[in-house]
């Protein structure tokens, strides 16, 4: 079954939110497959909002996470727990907002464009899973709102 999203290409970002997620929503609803999941999440996201580089990295062991699906430039396979954005999301459990990536400590820079992040933890039976990486190859440019959103979205996959 093909599905095209519907996105107001003028709305603000909060408009584009309120769109995609019940359109998410629907791509998802039926399919028990997380890969396949978090597959269209990423196009979804990709296509509606415009990131960058938007994936998912998969809790692989007690101290690693592994690259899942993504859309965007090629990308780093592994990271460990506490290291980068992701890393550190994962051990905190917590979303990270990173509004210039040079300033993080410890950045793992697998795109030179990548300037901003956000960072989200998957979290299923009280258990990060997963974690949603998304880059923009602008400064400063998520916040609060983005968070939200995103949040909401994780919540599809617990």
């Known amino acids: 079954m093909a599905d095209d999203l519907i996105i ?36 979804a996201l990709k296509e509606g909002m415009n990131f960058f580089w938007v ?20 990308a780093c396979s592994r990271i460990k727990m506490g290291k980068g954005v992701c890393g550190t999301s994962w051990e905190k459990e917590e979303t990270i907002i990173v509004p210039d990536v040079d300033k993080f400590p410890g950045h793992i820079a697998c795109s030179s464009a990548s300037r901003s992040e956000i960072v989200l933890p998957v979290i299923k039976d009280n258990q990060v899973v997963a974690i949603l990486d998304v880059d923009s190859d602008r400064l400063d440019a998520f ?3 983005d968070a939200r959103f995103l949040k909401q979205i994780t919540h599809f996959l617990a």
């Open 8 to 43: 107001p290409t003028t709305a603000s970002k909060k408009e584009k939110y309120q769109s995609l997620i019940p359109q998410i929503e629907g791509l998802l609803m039926g399919e028990d497959n997380q890969v396949a999941n978090m597959a269209n999440i990423c196009a």
């Open 55 to 74: 994936g998912f990295y998969l809790v692989d062991s007690s101290d690693e996470l592994v690259l899942g699906p993504f859309q965007g430039p090629v």
């Open 143 to 145: 916040d609060e709102e």
